[in-house]
């Protein structure tokens, strides 16, 4: 099994970038897809952007295309989420989910373990 732990939010500006991590414990890290999910106040968790094996298997939410990017280190058995040009809309608790599977999804069943969030506010 592999642990996840969301880290590098924070409190910005809009049109700031942050860069989140989702460092991993446990497991076989390189054969496991990783997505990124975001959860606003009142609503509920949705899809930002997931990678599978290969960061050639990347996907992103439209609202974050050009955006944000998403990369793998499995030497440091890390994923990053790379977010530029941040709006207020961006603002929500962000988190990482792991599934053993080569391909990753955007919908939150598709994942297995789930690691605690990270707190991202964009003031305007």
């Known amino acids: 099994d592999v642990q996840l732990q969301a880290s590098g939010g924070g409190l910005v500006q809009e049109g700031w970038s942050l860069r989140l991590s989702c460092p991993a414990s446990?497991?076989?890290?390189?054969?496991?897809?990783i997505g990124w999910f975001r959860q606003a106040p009142v609503k509920e968790r949705e899809g930002v952007s997931c990678?599978?094996?290969?960061?050639?298997?990347?996907q992103y939410v439209d609202y974050v295309k050009g955006r944000f990017t998403v990369s793998r280190d499995n030497a440091k058995k890390t994923v990053y989420l790379q977010m530029n040009n941040l709006k207020p809309a961006d603002t929500g608790v962000y988190f990482c989910?792991?599934?053993?599977?080569?391909?990753?999804?955007?919908?939150?069943?598709?994942?297995?373990?789930w690691g605690q969030g990270t707190l991202v506010t964009v003031s305007s």
């Open positions: 989910a792991s599934v053993l599977f080569p391909q990753c999804d955007m919908g939150r069943s598709w994942y297995d373990y």
């Open positions: 446990g497991g076989t890290f390189d054969e496991y897809s």
């Open positions: 990678i599978g094996v290969t960061e050639g298997g990347s």
